[in-house]
């Protein structure tokens, strides 16, 4: 089964095989019970959506083509979509795992 992404507030996005196992994942994660996260949960998320990556993640043929680095907090970041990212494997994406957070 392919990973989707899901947006699970305004703060985290969560790669996983279905909407439940993604609100199961976050719960059990956050220490949130299935209503909490219910509450806050926007969905599925277009793949085509772009997130910072750091730039020591990417193979050294995906670093040359980038054309949009970003600078902060001391990082080069890229802008990659979340499809590049599950299909470059760069997380181990066996499980549910974060994909993005804006919270560092």
Known sequence: ???????MNNIENVA??????????????????YDEVQEDFEGEVDLQTKMLVDVKD???????????????????????????VL???????SEPFVISSTEH
């Open 1 to 7: 089964m392919t990973m989707k992404v899901y947006k």
């Open 16 to 33: 996983a095989n279905s909407a439940e196992e993604a609100k199961q994942f976050y719960a059990e994660l956050c220490g949130y019970t």
């Open 58 to 84: 990417l193979p050294d043929d995906v670093f040359i083509r980038v054309n949009n680095l970003e600078f902060k907090y001391g990082t080069a970041w890229a802008y990659m979509t979340f499809q590049w």
């Open 87 to 93: 299909e470059n494997d760069l997380y181990d994406d």
